[in-house]
């Protein structure tokens, strides 16, 4: 992995950017810090009013795996094209199958898992994330999640930062949200960006498509080839691409 905003990789991010560029972001942890409680996470007065000019400049879009009028809230007063939630399910026709699917994983794990300390249920309609954050003993807790959802062979399980999260099968993936934001907003390349393992099927496509693939937090093992050090370089990426050597003809 390579350093985005290492003096010898920047050239190719105004390259990109002087091009139809969709710029395309995850929420937490990567527009927003992580937080212990998430219904708490926002973002920094500085990291709002740089995306806010970003938005004016470039077609933008969030991909998050929070529900949709979630993490919409949290963006008000920001010009962005579109706002995707829950992985990329919505908006999507697969949303009524997804909550189908949802109850029924719910009627299933909570017997089981109910009564393992420090698990909480996040029902968001179209998927499912079970919390790990607050148990005491998180490799146990993990272990018993990843137990109990074995058996789902509808769902496709994700691990992600102290939670496992629980997706529709064949539902729309933040890959395939990115693709058809692509061709929606007819842009000629993406810069993505990034902070999990629920980002490497986005990371994925960087070989296939016109993509700038950015992991913020540098992970050997993951597929983006561009890294940020850690989430506070975020305003900096963003600052980078107001730069007037970085302007397209947007």
């Known amino acids: 992995m390579k350093s985005l905003l290492a003096p010898q990789n920047r050239p190719a991010l105004r390259r990109l950017a002087r091009g139809r560029v969709l710029l395309a972001f995850d929420f937490d942890g990567t527009l927003a810090p992580i937080v212990a409680d998430p219904a708490r996470a926002h973002l920094r007065p500085s990291t709002r009013r740089l995306l806010i000019e970003v938005a004016r400049k470039y077609p933008c879009v969030v991909i998050s795996g929070r529900n949709r009028a979630d993490v919409a809230s949290r963006l008000t007063g920001i010009p962005l094209r579109r706002v995707l939630g829950n992985h990329g399910i919505e908006p999507s026709p697969a949303l009524p199958a997804a909550r189908r699917a949802v109850r029924r994983w719910l009627a299933c794990l909570k017997p089981r898992l109910e009564r393992v300390p420090g698990i909480v249920f996040d029902d968001k309609g179209a998927t499912l994330a079970i919390h790990y954050r607050k148990s005491r003993n998180r490799p146990a807790a993990l272990a018993a999640i990843l137990g109990a959802t074995d058996n789902l062979s509808e769902a496709r399980v994700l691990q992600g930062l ?62 983006a080839p561009y890294f940020l050090r ?11 691409l107001l730069e007037p050597s970085a302007k397209g003809a947007q």
Do not use: I
């Open 162 to 223: 102290l939670v496992v999260d629980l997706l529709p099968k064949g539902a729309p993936t933040k890959a395939t949200a990115l693709q058809s934001e692509l061709r929606r907003l007819r842009c000629e390349s993406a810069l993505y960006l990034g902070d999990d393992k629920t980002d490497e099927d986005v990371f994925a496509l960087s070989k296939p498509l016109p993509l700038l693939a950015v992991r913020v937090g540098r992970n050997p093992r993951s597929l």
């Open 230 to 240: 850690n989430q506070g370089d975020v305003d900096a990426l963003l600052a980078e």
